[in-house]
């Protein structure tokens, strides 16, 4: 069964930082991200970073420069730096995580619970 556990959330000043971790179990994972969903009625879920089994990395526009995503293979670990947050960066942020399907044409996807991230000005 898969898991996915985020960790690492909380309240921080603008210009802050936070480290947030997802802890992954169950499965080989390919590609797995972070995404986020802010607290304004209508918002959609946002892709914030991807990265794949191989380490290519994908950013959003908003967070280029001031997010680093990274993945620990061994120990199925997922990570997201964030350094220089804003208020606007105030969202609930979710661990993804794909599993190839047996036929390898399409994958399964997956989501933690998500944690959230207070950005006070």
């Known amino acids: 069964q898969v898991q996915l556990v985020e960790s690492g959330g909380g309240l921080v000043q603008a210009g802050g930082s936070l480290r947030l971790s997802c802890a992954a179990s169950?499965?080989?994972?390919?590609?797995m991200g972070w995404y986020r969903q802010a607290p304004a009625p209508g918002k959609q879920r946002e892709m914030v970073a991807v990265i794949t089994s191989g380490g290519s990395t994908n950013y959003a526009d908003s967070v280029k420069g001031r997010f680093t995503i990274s993945r620990d293979n061994a120990k199925n670990t997922l990570y997201l730096q964030m350094n220089s947050l804003k208020p606007e960066d105030t969202a609930v942020y979710y661990c993804n995580a794909k599993v190839p399907a047996p036929n390898l044409l399409s994958y399964y996807n997956y989501w933690g619970q998500g944690t959230q991230v207070t950005v006070s000005s």
């Open positions: 169950g499965s080989i994972f390919s590609t």
